[in-house]
């Protein structure tokens, strides 16, 4: 079967993977769309630690083509978007509703898949670039089959990280101001969230002028190429900013970017040692920095609310995929997404 595999020095499409059948409280998928999203790049150039060889990807959507013993609230044939939240279900932040907070789901990865007769490894409990993967079975959510799959791939991490930051994380609220740094795929969903919670100035900055378009689309009320810029249109400050790049130095831009009580949400990955710095007298004034891991999503909830948000217009997802390619064609997905020249680039199988 084929896949994208990272073995610590190179990444290469093979065709000899083989995943094995799903356990009690598994469910394997037939894997027909996954997003090629930043995390996977920040694996390959060791932003992202992780044991290798690997098979990367973790954005994704498929058929269930079969389950293990236990599993009722999927059968195979239907379609399901997958998260990467491979938790218990049962320890006292999954009881709270906090599976992002699980601890069975953060750094525990596992080996489902063989190559030459060695164990390979999953990427976030989920490895999309592959045909079929394993994954437990409150990963698998079940989505409606009149959403083509290219688009609910996206929601497995774009759109639960992006938009669940909003809702979940930063709980926007009617009229509130929102700036928004970066805007990727995970921004874009930033922006659309912003719309969807009542925001009524949405700020978009990147540094790509071309990019204004698809900003106002998703949301933006204002475009800006530089944070320098940012108290033109918000004079006394954001209610929320939210960072979607990884650079300290735009981390400050948003802390600095705060009204009164507001809050920074950082949601781009710098390199795992990176320190960023602010005032500390300008935090006195009710601020907050808040960290996000995955949207503080509650997938099972989650994605089936914004499947339905989408079935209603309200929430865009055909427009995030900007291009398909074929897996093969994996080396040149990743030229145009490092080049900056696709919002969101899907693999299809």
Known sequence: ??????????????????????????????????????SDLSVVDGTIPFPVPVVLGHEGAGVVA?????????????????????????????????????????????????????PVFQFAANSAFAERTVVKAVQAVRIPEDIPLPSAALIGCGVLTGVGAVLNRAK?????????????????????GARIAGALRIVAVDANPAKEEVARRFGATHFLTSTDSVRDVLP?????????????????????????????????????TAQASFLVSSMFLDKSI?????????????IALYAELYREGRLLLDELVTRTYPVEDFEKAVADAEAGRVARGVLTF
Do not use: W
């Not at 239907?78 to 998260?83: F, N, T």
């Not at 735009?250 to 795992?272: F, T």
């Not at 960290?291 to 989650?302: E, K, T, V």
């Open 1 to 38: 079967m084929r896949g994208v595999l990272f073995d610590g020095k190179r990444v290469e499409v093979v065709d000899d993977l083989v995943v094995r059948d799903p356990g009690p409280g598994e469910v394997q998928v037939a894997v027909a769309a996954a997003g090629l999203c930043h």
């Open 66 to 118: 079969a389950v293990g013993a236990g599993v009722t609230h999927v059968r195979p044939g239907d379609h399901v978007a997958l998260s990467t939240l491979a938790n218990c279900g049962t320890c006292a932040q999954c009881d709270r509703g906090r599976p992002t907070m699980c601890r069975q789901s953060i750094g525990r990865p596992g080996q489902p898949f063989a190559r030459d007769g060695r």
């Open 172 to 192: 926007v609220d009617r009229g509130d101001s929102v700036l928004v740094i970066g805007t990727g795929g995970i921004g874009l969903n930033v922006l659309q």
């Open 236 to 272: 006394t400050g954001a209610d929320h900013a939210f960072e979607c790049v990884g650079r300290v130095e735009l981390i400050r831009a948003a802390i600095d970017s705060l009204d009164r009580h507001g809050q920074a949400i950082l949601l781009g990955v710098p390199p795992a």
């Open 290 to 302: 808040l960290g996000c891991r995955y949207g503080s999503s509650r997938p099972q909830r989650d």
